[in-house]
């Protein structure tokens, strides 16, 4: 049973829920691009999770096959006292290697720059919690091998993650403000804010998961201060709507240092020392800009507002893409799921672009649409058994989509044009 595709529907229910309580107050959380971009981002790392989550698996099986310490049955697990002791136990277990792995995901370079992403959004709501990465795969699975050295079974350890990940869901808003004692035990909205925070007094605190009594265990634990409004975001702003660079960027300045650094062992060292240390000798040629949070804006390109529509309508078209996607998956496995992923991909890119007011967006989105007739009725014709698109012709409906979509963006104006008629 996959919990995460079960929660799905409500994750979005929520969101939705949220948005319209936030557009109704006119409080502005949501902010239609930053949203958007979270949420490519998530749904990027969903897709690349097709081709990567059998490596963490493959590994974890190995350790559980050949070094387990217990042989647990996962019929030990069952809804008796003892069976429902044990979840508990797993789920605690998964929860404190969650610390130190998203501890560490802060603390050292390599990790912060998978982790980065969840970060870089400037806004804080419902769309940031799912705003993930798409390389953990490289490293996370590393921080939960004592649990399969122990023995855990793999399925029960997959299901105290996914309840995990599902907790973290709900404490990404701002609607809920301090809820008491609860903000000393369980990761709550307040005590994540803080986490989400670039403020100096908040920065590399509360990595708790579900708990926070970790962070106040290991030292670790900020409280929200009315004082203090928490500045949400990274040091380095992402400063762009590419939910591919988002994934990237990280990387990019761990590999710009390492490429100047002069010693060997600066190269090496710049990937695994503390987040932010640099060679002494690539600090004094190209200096680190401080940041002046007294000075801070967010990133925020404008676009004409029938823009902005544009990409909100293709992208909800997008979520039923990445839903089809999902759905054949689960049925077909990776192989049926490459082309869909690319055209899908190659969407949430030309989407950024466009909320970024790049003027070669508009370009690259009309050769998207000119690309996904001719791939789209393929994949139409190609999974369409039984609901006789053949016959009727799939690429009608395809090709209908896209000269509307062309149409409609053609009928936009630019900003620059739109200023001259008013
Ligand atoms: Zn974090
Ligand atoms: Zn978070």
């Known amino acids: 049973m996959d919990l995460i595709a079960i929660a799905v529907p409500f994750f979005m229910l929520a969101l939705a829920l949220e948005l319209i309580i936030d557009w109704q107050k006119g409080s502005g959380l949501y902010r239609s691009s930053d949203a958007i971009n979270s949420l490519s981002a998530g749904i990027l790392s969903t897709t690349i999770g097709y081709f990567t989550r059998f490596l963490p698996l493959l590994a974890w099986g190995f350790v559980l096959r050949n070094f387990a310490l217990i042989d647990m049955q996962p019929e030990w697990f069952d809804l008796s006292a003892s069976g429902l002791l044990l979840w508990v136990i797993a789920a605690l277990a998964w929860d404190f290697c969650y610390y130190w792995f998203h501890r560490f995901s802060h603390e050292i370079s390599v990790l912060w720059a998978a982790h980065a992403v969840h970060h870089q959004s400037e806004d804080y709501n419902l769309s940031t919690a799912l705003r993930q990465t798409s390389t953990g795969f490289l490293f996370g699975w590393i921080f939960y091998l004592p649990l399969f050295l122990i023995g855990f079974p793999l399925e029960v350890l997959i299901t105290v993650n996914a309840i995990n990940l599902i907790y973290q869901f709900w404490v990404h808003t701002q609607m809920v403000r301090r809820l008491g004692t609860l903000d000393r035990i369980l ?82 060292a710049i990937w695994f020392r503390h987040t932010g240390w640099r060679p002494t000798d690539v600090e004094a040629r190209y200096p680190k800009q401080q940041t002046d949070l007294s000075r801070f804006q967010k990133f925020d390109p404008q676009t004409a507002p029938q823009q902005r529509h544009y990409v909100m309508a293709q992208f909800i ?106």
């Open 187 to 268: 990761v709550t909205p307040s005590n994540h804010r803080v986490h989400h925070a670039q403020n100096e007094r908040y920065i590399d605190k509360n990595y708790g998961g579900m708990l926070i009594l970790w962070d106040r265990f290991f030292g670790t634990f900020e409280d929200e201060s009315d004082e203090e409004p928490v500045i949400f975001g990274v040091r380095k702003p992402l400063a762009n709507l590419n939910p591919f660079w988002a994934n990237l960027q990280v990387y990019d300045y761990l590999l710009f240092d390492a490429r100047k650094a002069a010693r060997w062992r600066d190269k090496v």
């Open 317 to 422: 078209i997008a979520i039923a893409g990445a839903l089809v996607i999902a759905e054949l998956y689960a049925r077909k496995g990776t192989e049926a799921v490459l082309i869909p992923c690319i055209l899908l991909w190659l969407q949430l890119y030309t989407l950024g672009l466009l909320n970024e007011g790049r003027p070669a967006a508009r370009r690259f989105e009309w050769l998207r649409l000119l690309l996904a007739v001719p791939v789209l009725s393929w994949l139409l014709q190609a999974g369409a058994d039984g609901l006789q698109l053949k016959e009727t012709g799939g690429w009608v409906i395809v090709a209908l989509y896209s000269v509307v979509s062309a149409t409609w963006l053609a009928l936009i104006p630019r900003a620059e044009e739109q200023l001259l008629t008013q």
